[in-house]
Protein backbone atom coordinates (compact mmCIF):
# COMPACT_ATOMS: atom_id res chain seq x y z
CA UNK A 1 0.00 0.00 0.00
CA UNK A 2 1.28 3.30 -0.82
CA UNK A 3 0.82 6.45 1.51
CA UNK A 4 1.58 10.32 1.24
CA UNK A 5 2.79 12.94 3.51
CA UNK A 6 0.66 16.15 3.10
CA UNK A 7 0.41 19.33 4.69
CA UNK A 8 -2.76 20.96 4.70
CA UNK A 9 -4.02 24.35 5.24
CA UNK A 10 -0.36 25.92 3.83
CA UNK A 11 1.00 25.98 0.53
CA UNK A 12 4.16 25.02 1.80
CA UNK A 13 5.70 22.28 3.18
CA UNK A 14 6.56 21.60 6.90
CA UNK A 15 3.61 23.84 7.90
CA UNK A 16 0.17 23.76 7.85
CA UNK A 17 -1.46 20.64 9.38
CA UNK A 18 -0.06 17.23 8.79
CA UNK A 19 -1.74 14.27 7.49
CA UNK A 20 -1.35 10.54 6.01
CA UNK A 21 -3.05 9.42 2.73
CA UNK A 22 -3.05 5.47 2.66
CA UNK A 23 -4.15 4.17 -0.45
CA UNK A 24 -5.76 0.73 -0.04
CA UNK A 25 -6.42 -1.89 -2.61
CA UNK A 26 -8.84 -3.62 -0.60
CA UNK A 27 -11.09 -2.94 2.50
CA UNK A 28 -8.78 -3.00 6.03
CA UNK A 29 -9.76 -4.70 9.31
CA UNK A 30 -10.70 -1.46 11.71
CA UNK A 31 -7.97 -2.23 14.00
CA UNK A 32 -5.09 -2.58 11.78
CA UNK A 33 -6.06 1.07 10.25
CA UNK A 34 -6.05 2.36 13.96
CA UNK A 35 -2.72 0.42 14.55
CA UNK A 36 -1.56 2.58 11.34
CA UNK A 37 -2.54 5.59 12.65
CA UNK A 38 -0.67 5.02 15.89
CA UNK A 39 2.14 3.92 14.19
CA UNK A 40 2.12 7.03 12.23
CA UNK A 41 1.42 9.55 14.94
CA UNK A 42 -0.19 12.07 12.95
CA UNK A 43 -3.40 13.88 14.68
CA UNK A 44 -5.48 11.81 11.86
CA UNK A 45 -5.13 9.52 9.11
CA UNK A 46 -7.26 9.24 6.29
CA UNK A 47 -7.94 5.49 4.27
CA UNK A 48 -8.86 6.16 0.78
CA UNK A 49 -10.02 2.89 -1.53
CA UNK A 50 -11.05 3.73 -4.85
CA UNK A 51 -14.72 2.39 -5.92
CA UNK A 52 -15.36 4.23 -9.12
CA UNK A 53 -13.40 6.63 -11.51
CA UNK A 54 -14.15 9.71 -8.93
CA UNK A 55 -15.76 8.00 -6.34
CA UNK A 56 -13.61 6.70 -3.20
CA UNK A 57 -14.33 5.31 -0.13
CA UNK A 58 -12.94 7.24 2.75
CA UNK A 59 -12.41 5.86 6.42
CA UNK A 60 -10.98 8.65 9.03
CA UNK A 61 -8.91 7.30 12.32
CA UNK A 62 -7.17 9.37 15.28
CA UNK A 63 -4.56 7.84 17.61
CA UNK A 64 -7.72 6.95 19.78
CA UNK A 65 -10.65 6.13 17.53
CA UNK A 66 -12.56 6.71 13.90
CA UNK A 67 -14.41 9.69 12.87
CA UNK A 68 -17.45 9.91 11.10
CA UNK A 69 -16.19 13.10 9.83
CA UNK A 70 -13.29 15.22 9.76
CA UNK A 71 -12.24 18.44 7.53
CA UNK A 72 -8.35 18.63 6.73
CA UNK A 73 -8.15 14.52 6.14
CA UNK A 74 -10.99 14.54 3.42
CA UNK A 75 -8.90 18.21 1.92
CA UNK A 76 -5.49 16.60 1.91
CA UNK A 77 -6.93 13.01 0.72
CA UNK A 78 -8.63 15.05 -2.18
CA UNK A 79 -5.43 16.84 -3.07
CA UNK A 80 -3.19 13.56 -2.95
CA UNK A 81 -5.75 11.96 -5.33
CA UNK A 82 -5.14 15.06 -7.70
CA UNK A 83 -1.57 15.30 -7.91
CA UNK A 84 -1.30 10.73 -7.69
CA UNK A 85 -4.03 9.41 -9.67
CA UNK A 86 -5.20 12.55 -11.60
CA UNK A 87 -1.93 14.32 -12.25
CA UNK A 88 -1.90 15.54 -15.70
CA UNK A 89 -5.67 17.99 -15.16
CA UNK A 90 -5.78 21.16 -13.41
CA UNK A 91 -9.01 20.52 -11.99
CA UNK A 92 -11.12 17.82 -10.43
CA UNK A 93 -13.88 16.68 -8.53
CA UNK A 94 -14.07 13.47 -6.37
CA UNK A 95 -16.65 11.93 -4.43
CA UNK A 96 -15.92 10.63 -1.06
CA UNK A 97 -18.71 8.05 0.57
CA UNK A 98 -17.98 8.64 4.34
CA UNK A 99 -19.59 6.84 7.25
CA UNK A 100 -22.60 8.67 7.40
CA UNK A 101 -22.48 11.15 4.58
CA UNK A 102 -21.25 11.69 1.19
CA UNK A 103 -18.87 14.81 0.38
CA UNK A 104 -18.05 16.41 -2.72
CA UNK A 105 -14.48 17.85 -3.08
CA UNK A 106 -13.04 20.26 -5.90
CA UNK A 107 -9.44 20.44 -6.50
CA UNK A 108 -6.98 22.85 -8.53
CA UNK A 109 -3.81 22.32 -9.56
CA UNK A 110 -1.28 25.75 -8.34
CA UNK A 111 2.13 25.61 -9.47
CA UNK A 112 3.65 23.79 -6.54
CA UNK A 113 0.25 23.48 -4.24
CA UNK A 114 -3.13 22.19 -4.57
CA UNK A 115 -6.37 24.48 -3.63
CA UNK A 116 -9.20 22.64 -2.46
CA UNK A 117 -13.06 23.12 -1.28
CA UNK A 118 -15.25 21.11 0.21
CA UNK A 119 -18.97 21.27 0.53
CA UNK A 120 -20.05 20.59 4.01
CA UNK A 121 -23.79 20.63 3.62
CA UNK A 122 -26.27 22.65 5.42
CA UNK A 123 -25.20 23.63 9.22
CA UNK A 124 -27.45 21.90 12.01
CA UNK A 125 -27.79 24.11 15.30
CA UNK A 126 -27.74 21.68 17.67
CA UNK A 127 -28.46 23.69 21.25
CA UNK A 128 -27.19 27.04 22.76
CA UNK A 129 -25.73 26.02 26.03
CA UNK A 130 -27.67 28.40 29.17
CA UNK A 131 -25.73 31.27 31.07
CA UNK A 132 -26.56 28.78 34.26
CA UNK A 133 -24.53 26.41 32.52
CA UNK A 134 -21.63 27.47 30.92
CA UNK A 135 -19.99 28.30 33.94
CA UNK A 136 -18.79 24.73 33.86
CA UNK A 137 -17.41 24.62 30.64
CA UNK A 138 -15.80 28.03 30.83
CA UNK A 139 -13.92 26.73 33.85
CA UNK A 140 -12.60 23.63 32.30
CA UNK A 141 -11.24 25.08 29.56
CA UNK A 142 -8.98 27.57 32.37
CA UNK A 143 -10.91 30.65 31.46
CA UNK A 144 -13.34 32.90 33.24
CA UNK A 145 -16.80 34.41 32.50
CA UNK A 146 -14.72 37.34 31.41
CA UNK A 147 -13.18 35.96 28.83
CA UNK A 148 -16.72 34.76 27.44
CA UNK A 149 -18.88 36.80 24.59
CA UNK A 150 -21.54 38.77 26.43
CA UNK A 151 -23.04 39.52 23.02
CA UNK A 152 -22.70 35.55 21.32
CA UNK A 153 -24.15 32.63 22.69
CA UNK A 154 -21.90 29.19 23.54
CA UNK A 155 -23.58 26.61 20.92
CA UNK A 156 -23.44 23.44 19.39
CA UNK A 157 -23.13 23.56 16.09
CA UNK A 158 -22.54 20.55 13.29
CA UNK A 159 -21.57 20.28 9.15
CA UNK A 160 -20.94 16.09 10.25
CA UNK A 161 -19.31 17.00 14.19
CA UNK A 162 -20.92 18.03 16.26
CA UNK A 163 -18.95 21.18 18.15
CA UNK A 164 -19.10 23.32 21.59
CA UNK A 165 -18.28 27.00 20.16
CA UNK A 166 -17.07 29.11 22.51
CA UNK A 167 -16.81 32.87 21.39
CA UNK A 168 -14.47 34.84 23.40
CA UNK A 169 -13.33 38.71 23.70
CA UNK A 170 -10.03 37.48 25.08
CA UNK A 171 -7.89 35.24 27.07
CA UNK A 172 -7.64 32.64 24.10
CA UNK A 173 -3.63 32.48 24.67
CA UNK A 174 -4.71 30.80 28.23
CA UNK A 175 -7.14 28.68 27.34
CA UNK A 176 -6.56 24.32 27.75
CA UNK A 177 -8.63 21.69 29.11
CA UNK A 178 -8.06 21.02 32.77
CA UNK A 179 -11.16 19.12 33.74
CA UNK A 180 -10.94 14.95 33.46
CA UNK A 181 -14.53 15.19 32.71
CA UNK A 182 -14.51 17.20 29.87
CA UNK A 183 -15.63 14.69 27.49
CA UNK A 184 -18.37 13.49 29.42
CA UNK A 185 -19.26 17.43 29.97
CA UNK A 186 -19.48 17.34 25.92
CA UNK A 187 -21.74 14.49 25.96
CA UNK A 188 -24.28 16.34 28.14
CA UNK A 189 -24.85 19.09 25.41
CA UNK A 190 -24.12 16.20 22.39
CA UNK A 191 -20.99 18.01 21.17
CA UNK A 192 -18.04 15.59 20.31
CA UNK A 193 -15.41 18.36 20.71
CA UNK A 194 -15.05 22.36 21.70
CA UNK A 195 -13.75 24.71 19.69
CA UNK A 196 -12.43 28.05 21.27
CA UNK A 197 -12.68 31.08 19.05
CA UNK A 198 -11.81 35.08 19.45
CA UNK A 199 -14.60 36.58 18.10
CA UNK A 200 -12.74 39.66 17.19
CA UNK A 201 -9.91 38.21 15.32
CA UNK A 202 -11.30 35.18 14.35
CA UNK A 203 -8.91 32.88 15.58
CA UNK A 204 -9.80 28.86 17.14
CA UNK A 205 -8.02 26.33 18.96
CA UNK A 206 -8.67 23.00 19.88
CA UNK A 207 -7.87 20.09 21.56
CA UNK A 208 -8.21 15.91 22.08
CA UNK A 209 -10.62 16.29 25.12
CA UNK A 210 -8.38 14.94 27.35
CA UNK A 211 -5.93 18.59 26.30
CA UNK A 212 -2.97 16.53 25.49
CA UNK A 213 -3.06 17.23 21.65
CA UNK A 214 -3.89 20.92 20.21
CA UNK A 215 -4.72 20.68 16.89
CA UNK A 216 -3.05 22.67 14.25
CA UNK A 217 -6.33 23.45 11.83
CA UNK A 218 -9.55 21.80 12.27
CA UNK A 219 -11.62 21.39 9.20
CA UNK A 220 -14.50 19.82 10.68
CA UNK A 221 -14.59 22.94 13.29
CA UNK A 222 -14.60 25.44 10.61
CA UNK A 223 -17.75 24.63 8.98
CA UNK A 224 -19.69 25.36 11.79
CA UNK A 225 -18.16 27.95 12.91
CA UNK A 226 -18.31 29.52 9.69
CA UNK A 227 -22.03 28.77 9.71
CA UNK A 228 -22.48 30.51 13.14
CA UNK A 229 -20.75 33.70 12.10
CA UNK A 230 -23.13 33.84 9.67
CA UNK A 231 -25.93 33.06 11.53
CA UNK A 232 -24.85 35.96 14.16
CA UNK A 233 -24.32 38.58 11.55
CA UNK A 234 -20.64 38.61 12.65
CA UNK A 235 -20.37 38.26 9.06
CA UNK A 236 -22.55 38.58 5.94
CA UNK A 237 -23.40 35.57 3.64
CA UNK A 238 -21.15 36.20 0.49
CA UNK A 239 -18.21 37.72 2.49
CA UNK A 240 -15.37 34.74 2.70
CA UNK A 241 -14.34 34.28 6.26
CA UNK A 242 -10.76 33.52 6.91
CA UNK A 243 -10.31 31.69 10.54
CA UNK A 244 -6.71 31.26 11.88
CA UNK A 245 -5.48 28.58 13.80
CA UNK A 246 -2.09 27.30 14.64
CA UNK A 247 0.12 29.78 16.19
CA UNK A 248 0.55 28.57 19.65
CA UNK A 249 1.75 25.30 18.19
CA UNK A 250 3.99 26.91 15.59
CA UNK A 251 1.97 26.22 12.42
CA UNK A 252 0.12 29.18 11.91
CA UNK A 253 -2.63 28.09 9.57
CA UNK A 254 -5.59 29.89 7.58
CA UNK A 255 -8.91 28.01 6.28
CA UNK A 256 -11.62 29.79 4.43
CA UNK A 257 -15.04 29.60 4.91
CA UNK A 258 -18.30 30.57 2.65
CA UNK A 259 -21.69 30.39 2.39
CA UNK A 260 -23.62 29.06 -0.89
CA UNK A 261 -26.01 31.89 -1.13
CA UNK A 262 -28.99 29.96 -2.73
CA UNK A 263 -28.79 26.61 -0.96
CA UNK A 264 -27.04 27.51 2.64
CA UNK A 265 -24.19 25.29 2.12
CA UNK A 266 -21.61 25.86 3.96
CA UNK A 267 -17.88 25.43 1.49
CA UNK A 268 -14.12 25.01 3.65
CA UNK A 269 -11.03 25.58 1.12
CA UNK A 270 -7.91 25.08 2.05
CA UNK A 271 -4.53 24.61 0.18
CA UNK A 272 -2.58 21.40 0.40
CA UNK A 273 1.42 21.24 0.39
CA UNK A 274 2.29 17.09 -0.88
CA UNK A 275 5.64 16.48 1.39
CA UNK A 276 6.64 12.72 1.14
CA UNK A 277 5.42 9.00 0.06
CA UNK A 278 6.30 5.85 0.86
CA UNK A 279 5.35 2.00 0.69
CA UNK A 280 3.45 -0.05 4.05
CA UNK A 281 4.78 -3.74 3.53
CA UNK A 282 1.68 -5.76 4.33
Known amino acids: ?71 HPILGAAA ?9 EEDIAITFQLNRKTIIVNSKKIEEYYEVQMNQGKAEFLCEVSKEKRNKYVHALNLSEENLSKEFPMEVVSTGLPYLLVPLTSGIENSKIISSKFEEMLKEVGAKFAYIF ?58 KVSMSISEKEILVSGEVAILAKGTILL
Request: hydrophobic share 40%.
Open 1 to 71: MEYFHVDVFSNEILSGNGLTVVFCNEELEDNLMLKLTQEFKQFETIFVRKIDDSIFNARIFTVDEELDFAG
Open 198 to 255: DVNYIEGRTWDNQGNVEDVATGSAAGPLGAYLYKHNIFNVGHEIIINQGRFVGRPSKI
Open 80 to 88: TIHSHIFRN
